[in-house]
């Protein structure tokens, strides 16, 4: 799989800029979207920001700055690695990027459209890294039109921002889609994460849940059985701070409940992985969403 080749819709585009984000250590995160993300995107963080030489080279086909040596291919403590997706998101859109480092007086601004660098020139602006993405799929008329309108492709942006703040109580968050605010979220425990987005019901629909062994941490919240419904149920998995899907342990969880919730019914749960990054293979899938576990029958008995 070519470096990054993830960018399918607008949503692609603002979880790859975001998980860069949170891999630059950012305590704030901001996302603003316009129509849906087709017209533009701005992802705005107070992370570590680049120097001008690694904002050029990170649109690069197949660079990385996160990795430092071989043997960390086996090692990915990062949200991504395969790239950063950003000469993906450059051969589709036209990109302005403004960055600086906290020990550089000026920052760099570089503009690409459809992967060449149409300008590039020291600007004033804040620690951190601020990315405009606009026109996506401009010079791809064919997947232009695959799009979908403003408001589908607007929740699926919300679908990958929950995934990711639900990930990162620690970080603060807000989006906005056309001036209006969505999400506000201040840092907070994992509890009032998951209230803050779902409503203050929640809390009191949830169990705490913290096992230690020496093959895996698990911790989060799960359902109780008076909460079950036949449809709507959130259900969560995340390993080492990555939203995941996982069939196989959802069915852990779920024949739990099978003697005391009704038949049809489901329960919302938010369960968080802690492994060992060389026991777990991320890079089975594009969008790293579907992750192969070394135990993985160890840990369904556990769950």
Known sequence: IAAGEVVERPASAVKELVENSIDAHAHDIAIDIIQGGIESIIITDDGEGMDAQDATTAFERHATSKMKEENDLWNIHTMGFRGEALPSIASVAEVEL??????????????????????????????????????????????????????????????????????????????????????????????QRIADIFGKKMNHQLLPVNVETSLVKVNGFVGTPESSKKKGAKQFFFVNGRYMRHPYFSKAVTSTYERIIPTNEQISYFVYFDVDPQRIDVNIHPTKTEIKFEDEQAIFQIL
Do not use: M, W
Request: charged residues 25%.
């Open 98 to 191: 403004r960055t600086r480092t906290a020990d550089e007086e000026l920052g760099c601004s570089i503009s690409l459209a459809g992967s060449k660098v149409t300008d590039q020139h020291p600007v004033n602006c804040s620690t951190g890294s601020n990315f405009i993405v606009k026109n996506l799929f401009f010079n791809v008329p064919a997947r232009r039109r695959f799009l979908k309108s403003n408001q589908t492709e607007l929740n699926n942006i919300i679908t990958e921002f929950e995934r990711i703040a639900l990930a990162h109580p620690e970080i603060r968050f807000s989006l906005k889609s056309d001036d209006n605010i969505i999400y506000e979220l201040p840092k907070s425990s994992l509890l």
